[in-house]
């Protein structure tokens, strides 16, 4: 069942905000901070959170979710500016669609020619129309996609835990709509917004009557429901300072797990048995000239 935190009603720049959805994060947040300078913290403001991990995993992986205007790519700018590797999903998937790779072909073949520009490239608004409404087609497009993100997100991912990164972060904007990622994730975060900020934010940003922001919020699954899911959720309702407090919190607390040894140690190992196979070979086995 989930839990509910209740804070206080406000916070200011010197008492920084809370993330968590953990119970070992909370644990840490109430006494000395993982950071040693930094204060313990206290939440901004009341959300919903899962208390356990989604799926336990040898791959230490993160996924990190929001909404229209939570301010996500704001949140995953900080992880960056911390050293954190990043991996867009998105970009992966406007990659793997591009003209010579199988996807795009097999994109063509199921949906015809009608889909392409005159560069080649795939119309995404020709695509996303055809497939609107119709579960058959959207499957057909998922089923050829999916396993080639997959792959490449696997290949990006391999690379940074061979240059010793204790987890990365996937930036997937529809990580709980899908469900099709959750099962790499050893974590997931949402960045979540009260419903107010987020109306208000968007109608500034996209220069939107209220109906229509309205409008767009509402094609989304609620950010209450995903930060139910979550086992993490940075609350990005008041000021930046303590959502940024929030993320170096939850980075300090995601770099000093071992989640990450077995993946390395396994990769080490993996390494070390071919090196030693060619060593075999050229040493021993195969004929001197």
């Given at each position: 069942?989930?839990?509910?935190?209740t804070a206080p009603a406000?916070?200011n720049?010197?008492?920084?905000?809370?993330?968590s959805?953990?119970r070992?994060?909370?644990?840490s947040?109430?006494g000395?901070?993982p950071?040693?300078?930094?204060?313990?913290?206290?939440?901004?403001?009341?959300f919903?959170?899962?208390p356990?991990?989604?799926?336990?995993?040898?791959m230490?992986?993160?996924?990190?979710?929001?909404?229209?205007?939570?301010?996500?790519?704001s949140v995953?700018?900080?992880?960056?500016q911390?050293?954190?590797?990043?991996?867009d999903?998105?970009i992966i998937?406007?990659?793997?669609?591009?003209?010579?790779?199988?996807?795009?072909?097999?994109?063509?073949?199921?949906?015809?020619?009608?889909?392409l520009?005159?560069?080649?490239?795939?119309?995404?608004k020709?695509?996303?129309?055809l497939i609107?409404?119709?579960?058959?087609?959207?499957h057909l497009?998922?089923?050829?996609t999916?396993p080639?993100?997959?792959?490449?997100m696997?290949k990006?991912?391999?690379k940074?835990?061979?240059?010793?990164?204790r987890?990365?972060?996937?930036?997937?904007?529809?990580?709980f709509?899908?469900k099709?990622?959750?099962?790499?994730?050893?974590?997931?975060v949402?960045?979540?917004?009260?419903r107010?900020?987020?109306l208000?934010?968007?109608?500034?940003?996209?220069?939107?009557?209220?109906?229509?922001?309205?409008?767009?919020?509402?094609a989304?699954?609620?950010?209450?429901?995903?930060?139910?899911?979550?086992?993490?959720?940075?609350?990005?309702?008041?000021?930046?300072?303590?959502?940024?407090?929030?993320?170096?919190?939850?980075?300090?607390?995601?770099?000093?797990?071992?989640?990450?040894?077995?993946?390395?140690?396994?990769?080490?190992?993996g390494l070390?048995?071919?090196?030693?196979?060619l060593?075999?070979?050229t040493?021993?086995l195969?004929?001197?000239?």
């Amino acid at each position: 069942m989930s839990e509910v935190v209740t804070a206080p009603a406000s916070l200011n720049e010197n008492e920084p905000g809370q993330i968590s959805t953990s119970r070992s994060f909370r644990r840490s947040c109430g006494g000395p901070s993982p950071l040693g300078s930094l204060a313990p913290v206290t939440p901004d403001s009341w959300f919903l959170v899962s208390p356990t991990s989604l799926l336990p995993g040898k791959m230490f992986l993160v996924g990190l979710t929001g909404g229209i205007a939570s301010g996500k790519s704001s949140v995953i700018q900080v992880f960056q500016q911390l050293g954190c590797a990043v991996i867009d999903v998105d970009i992966i998937a406007r990659h793997i669609v591009q003209p010579g790779y199988p996807a795009h072909r097999r994109i063509v073949e199921a949906f015809g020619t009608e889909v392409l520009l005159e560069n080649g490239d795939i119309d995404r608004k020709v695509l996303g129309d055809l497939i609107f409404n119709q579960p058959d087609r959207r499957h057909l497009l998922n089923s050829i996609t999916h396993p080639e993100i997959c792959k490449e997100m696997m290949k990006e991912t391999f690379k940074y835990f061979l240059r010793g990164y204790r987890y990365v972060i996937l930036d997937i904007p529809l990580l709980f709509e899908t469900k099709k990622l959750l099962k790499y994730m050893k974590h997931t975060v949402v960045v979540y917004c009260d419903r107010d900020t987020q109306l208000a934010r968007l109608m500034r940003r996209n220069n939107l009557s209220r109906e229509d922001a309205e409008a767009r919020i509402k094609a989304q699954l609620p950010l209450k429901d995903k930060a139910r899911m979550a086992r993490h959720v940075v609350d990005n309702s008041g000021e930046w300072s303590v959502t940024k407090r929030q993320v170096v919190l939850l980075h300090a607390e995601l770099e000093h797990s071992l989640e990450y040894l077995p993946l390395r140690l396994g990769v080490l190992t993996g390494l070390a048995g071919i090196v030693g196979l060619l060593y075999l070979l050229t040493h021993y086995l195969l004929p001197s000239p």
